[in-house]
């Protein structure tokens, strides 16, 4: 399975993650050792776009899943962009994701990653 990790430059701990094809029974252990590496106490923020993704299974949410908690439990967000309609039911349907998580492409999930990070400067 082919993954690309992009660390931001303007961004420190900010990183973009860009897997592609199915992430089902097959992949998802391959893909979890891919995204392994960016998940540090360190980092601030993940964009998941997956757009280059037709398909995830109940193995492959497992990964966002755990993904997830990674980063909450380090005060990091994830978030979604580029979704194609049939990933967008599957979040729907298992009701893993807030909407606010979840942008149309790479443009707003950045908006919203300047954004935090201005708020958190001024709450400091």
Same mark, same amino acid.
């Given at each position: 399975?082919?993954?690309?990790?992009? $660390?931001?430059?303007?961004?420190?701990? !900010?990183? @973009? +993650? =860009?897997?592609?094809?199915? =992430?089902?029974s097959?992949?998802? &252990?391959?893909?979890?050792?891919?995204?392994r590496?960016?998940?540090?106490? &360190? @980092?601030?923020?993940?964009?998941?776009?997956?757009?280059? +993704?037709?398909?995830?299974? &109940?193995?492959?949410?497992?990964?966002?899943?755990?993904?997830?908690? !990674?980063?909450?439990?380090?005060?990091?967000?994830?978030? !979604?962009?580029?979704?194609?309609?049939?990933?967008v039911?599957? !979040?729907?349907? +298992?009701? $893993?994701?807030?909407?606010? @998580?979840?942008?149309?492409? $790479?443009?707003? $999930?950045?908006?919203?990653?300047?954004?935090? =990070?201005?708020?958190? @400067?001024?709450?400091?």
């Amino acid at each position: 399975m082919r993954v690309e990790l992009n $660390a931001s430059k303007d961004k420190p701990g !900010f990183f @973009t +993650v =860009i897997p592609h094809g199915s =992430i089902d029974s097959d992949s998802y &252990s391959e893909f979890n050792e891919k995204i392994r590496p960016i998940l540090l106490p &360190s @980092t601030k923020g993940v964009v998941m776009d997956l757009g280059q +993704v037709d398909y995830i299974s &109940s193995a492959g949410l497992g990964v966002f899943f755990s993904m997830k908690k !990674f980063l909450r439990d380090n005060k990091a967000e994830l978030i !979604f962009c580029n979704l194609k309609p049939q990933i967008v039911r599957l !979040f729907e349907i +298992v009701n $893993a994701l807030p909407k606010e @998580t979840i942008f149309k492409n $790479a443009e707003e $999930a950045d908006n919203y990653f300047y954004k935090m =990070i201005n708020r958190k @400067t001024d709450e400091e």
